[in-house]
């Protein structure tokens, strides 16, 4: 089974802190994504990345950066935390278009970041 | 560009009763469609997918779509409802873009199960 981990299931941070969302994935997949979770809004899509050292913006970048150094491995970072990025942060993880599957997404359990 | 809307944000239904979720796409290409479920604090599991070929389609925990193409919609169906099945669901599509792929989720439906 594909397995994505997320390092926190809990984060609570001050505003202005710097702050590493981690996600690992364990099947070799070329495609991570990271998502913000809301209430009323469904998943909006923060960045996305295709392969090692390759990022790409989602629909909500804005705050936002990431680091993708290993394959298994994609970072999100909140350089200066606010209020309103309290949020569910999920991250993804899909194998990669030329195994010809259909994109469907394996996702980790979820960080549920507090920003007071 | 796609879309996905998902009808009722909130849907109620009695234990042993039909569940029906309804959600809607746009896409100026073949897409692929996706059902999701969420447990309460926890991450989305995929529930079933339409790729290409037969379309309906079957997933886990008994729960089954219909793609229909001239009506735009990929409705979710169970025909008895379990306690167990009380979640936020989650209709997504799916396009080929270049370099790969991305979904777009609808808002959710959470369903409520009463005894």
């Known amino acids: 089974d594909v397995k994505v981990t997320q390092s926190s299931r809990y984060l609570v941070k001050r505003t202005g802190e710097k702050v590493f969302l981690e996600c690992v994935q364990d099947?070799?997949?070329?495609?991570m994504f990271w998502y913000r979770q809301d209430p009323g809004l469904g998943l909006r899509l923060i960045y996305f990345s295709y392969d090692v050292k390759m990022k790409e913006k989602g629909d909500i970048p804005e705050g936002y950066s990431v680091s993708r150094e290993k394959k298994e491995r994609f970072s999100l970072i909140l350089e200066s935390a606010s209020t309103n990025q309290t949020s569910m942060y999920l991250c993804a993880s899909s194998p990669p278009l030329r195994t010809g599957g259909a994109y469907e997404q394996y996702f980790g359990p979820g960080t549920r970041l507090t920003v007071t | 560009a796609q879309s996905v809307t998902q009808l009722g944000s909130h849907v109620s239904v009695s234990e042993g009763a039909l569940v029906l979720l309804r959600c809607n796409y746009s896409s100026s290409v073949p897409p692929y469609l996706f059902w999701y479920v969420q447990y309460p604090n926890q991450g989305l599991q995929l529930l079933l997918k339409y790729t290409t070929g037969a379309t309906l389609v079957k997933g886990i925990n008994g729960f089954e779509a219909e793609f229909k193409k001239s009506e735009t919609s990929f409705h979710l169906t169970k025909p008895s409802a379990h306690m167990s099945d009380a979640a936020e669901y989650f209709c997504?599509?799916?396009?080929?873009?270049?370099?790969?792929?991305?979904?777009?989720f609808g808002e959710g439906t959470q369903l409520t199960v009463n005894p």
């Open positions: 099947m070799d997949h070329e495609n």
């Open positions: 997504a599509v799916s396009v080929r873009e270049t370099s790969g792929s991305r979904l777009t």
